[in-house]
């Protein structure tokens, strides 16, 4: 069974940063791609950035020019930078797939606030 396990995520002032960490068993993202989604309160998840193998990348418009996806593939680890972040960007944080399934994980809060 693919399960994957988000970190980094925080407290963070508006205009702040943080990089997010995704590892995954049985899954190789240099292989198959990756993603990361967001779920805010009482919205649907909904796709933030994702990477293909051979690194052709897509932003939701939202993020552009403030979000970096980025995988290191000897050590099977996806990453998301964010940088200027904003109260709107206040979510649980996900990583899975190039195209989702069902195997989501914990997550990881990001909450930006003063």
């Known amino acids: 069974q693919v399960q994957f396990v988000e970190s980094g995520g925080g407290l963070v002032q508006p205009g702040g940063s943080l990089k997010l960490s995704c590892t995954a068993s049985?899954?190789?993202?240099?292989?198959?791609?990756m993603s990361w989604y967001r779920q805010a309160p009482g919205k649907q998840r909904e796709l933030v950035a994702r990477i293909t193998p051979g690194r052709n990348i897509d932003y939701a418009d939202a993020v552009k020019g403030r979000f970096t996806i980025s995988r290191d593939d000897a050590k099977n680890t996806g990453y998301l930078e964010m940088y200027r972040l904003k109260p709107e960007d206040t979510a649980v944080y996900y990583c899975?797939?190039?195209?989702?399934?069902?195997?989501w994980g914990q997550g990881t809060q990001v909450t930006v606030s003063s």
């Open positions: 049985k899954y190789a993202f240099n292989i198959h791609g």
């Open positions: 899975n797939r190039y195209l989702p399934s069902g195997d």
